[in-house]
Structure formats: C-alpha cells, structure tokens
C-alpha cells in the first residue's frame, strides 16, 4: 500500500537565505531538519513526498530544497508531489485589507489534488525522531483512519523560553477525547508550569505530527466552507482554520476519532534562535551515537 508523508513548508519565509529557521543547517553536511523527516519518513516506509508551499517561493524551494530532495527520492522509488497554499484558494471573497495565510486546515486541503493515500502530516521544521513515522506508517497500513503521534511534554520544552503546547486528554483505549492549547509553558527546578500552574511532565503533547486518510479531504473541505460562514465575518483579517482546533471541534462533535500513539523520542523544534546551537549540539550526539549516518540517506 502507498503512503504519503505530507510537509506543510508554506510557511518558508519567501527570501530564502540567513535568518529562516527552516533552512538552518543542523549538523556538519548541511542537512536540515527537514532532511531527517524526510529520512526517517521513508525509513518507516513512506513512498510519497508532498511538500506544501506557496507559488511565490516555488523556484527558490526547488532549487534550495526540493530538486536535492527528488534526486535523493527517486534513487528509493520514492515520488515527490507539490502542492501550493494560495490565500485565494477560499469558498468566498478575500476580505478587504487580508494578508494573513489562513492556517494549517486550508495547508492541508490545498494536497487534497495529489494525495489518495493514508498520509502523515508534519511541520517542515520540527524535528520529530523516528518512532513517531514508525508508529503512524503501521497504524495506517493496518486499516487505521485517523492518529496522531503523542510527544512526551518534557522531550518538547525548550531551555530558551515559554513554549505553546497541545496537552491531549484521552480515554482509558488511548483515543483522544481534547487537546488542551496550554501556552507558556516553561521548565522550572522541579518540572514544568504555565502561568504558575504546575504542569505533568510526563503527559502527552501534541505536536501536528497527524496520521489521516483521503477521505479526511471533503470532510476538511465542509469544514473550511463553514469556517468561512461562520468564523471569517468575525475576525477578517486574522481568523484562522487550524487542524488541531478542527479536529478537536470534531472530537467534540462525536464525528471522528484519533488513536494517539506515544513516541518516547524527543522533539526539537528552532522556537527561539538560542535554540538553534541546543538542536545543532542534539544532532550531533545522534550522529555520534550512530542513530543516522554522516551521509544521510546511505543507509535507507
């Protein structure tokens, strides 16, 4: 069965050069973190790249990103897609004065296209390890429908500052029942807190690491109409359609339900620029442990 891993790089600054933490090389080959989730996603037995971007940045992606990436594919029958998020790609009229992206939601459906298989989803810079690809690939390749890779909360903070985290509440079977949107969440002596209030580290984070089948799209695609009915005349300039908030609208609902799969591997995300020397130093420690190899793709 085809699988597909879903990159939402939209959100790639559109001069390309110093300063765009997507592009920020992670260890002494240059790679970056979206490299390693390519890696690890075939690894686990994806067969299919999207990346998501915008128009405007097409020639640049491919030529920084995109051209390396399907020469490296194509060598393990892996095929690679785009997909392009347009602000005008909407069920209605672009509101006076909107420069905004409208969201994760509206990243995913511009896919809809080119995908018919189960897909994962992730951000193009976050690091994820590799058992969240593992976990998602068999739950998908074993009839799953919807799923998301579980972080441990104390594998996700940064040393550098406040972070914002989905807490996932679940039931007794392991299956979702709220994602809790807790920010400012920041490491202490004794663990964790936001705001003063004492944080457990040890619960489940959601980190948009979402494991979905096609059939997801029109089901995404209603949802995006009624957004625009509902929540755009509200707030026009700034209104967002997020998957974490849709998928939690349709927990609620009773109409979807998403298996969470824990991954103990720890997540690295470039949040604050000190960051960046901590992910360089992380990526390093792999290496030397021989968890990926210098030339990266040699050992697929």
């Known amino acids: ?19 765009i933490k997507q592009l920020e090389p992670v260890d002494d080959s240059n790679h970056i973190i979206m490299d390693y989730s390519i890696h690890d996603a075939i690894e686990a037995g994806f067969n299919h790249v999207v990346f998501i971007i915008r128009k405007d940045i097409e020639k640049e992606f491919k030529e920084v990103i995109g051209d390396r990436i399907a020469g490296i594919c194509s060598a393990h029958n892996v095929t690679v897609d785009y997909a392009f998020q347009d602000i005008n790609d909407i069920p209605g009229a672009l509101p006076e004065g909107r420069t905004k992206p409208w969201g994760t939601g509206q990243a995913v459906l511009a896919a809809k296209k080119v995908i018919n298989t189960p897909f994962i989803v992730i951000n193009a810079d976050d690091y994820y390890g590799k058992e969240g690809f593992k976990a998602v690939h068999k739950y998908l390749m074993n009839g799953g429908k919807a799923c998301m890779a579980g972080f441990v909360l104390k594998n996700t903070l940064s040393d550098n500052g406040g972070v914002t985290r989905g807490i996932c509440k679940m039931d007794n079977e392991s299956n979702l029942t709220e994602v809790v949107e807790t920010r400012n969440i920041v490491k202490t002596e004794n663990g964790a807190e936001a705001n003063g209030t004492i944080i457990d580290m040890d619960s489940l984070a959601s980190m948009n690491m979402w494991g979905l089948t096609p059939e997801f799209f029109d089901v995404l695609e209603a949802g995006f109409k009624e957004f625009f009915e509902k929540d755009v005349p509200n707030n026009p300039l700034k209104a967002e359609y997020l998957i974490p908030v849709f998928i939690g609208d349709l927990l609620n609902a009773g109409k979807i339900s998403v298996k969470v799969l824990k991954s103990n591997d720890a997540w690295y995300g470039m949040t604050y620029k000190e960051d960046v020397a901590v992910v360089r130093d992380s990526f390093r420690k792999m290496l030397d442990r021989g968890i990926y190899k210098a030339d990266l793709f040699s050992d697929l």
Not at 3 to 17: D, E, P
């Open 1 to 19: 069965m085809n699988t597909t891993l879903l990159v939402m790089a939209a959100g790639i600054g559109s001069r390309f050069g110093t300063g």
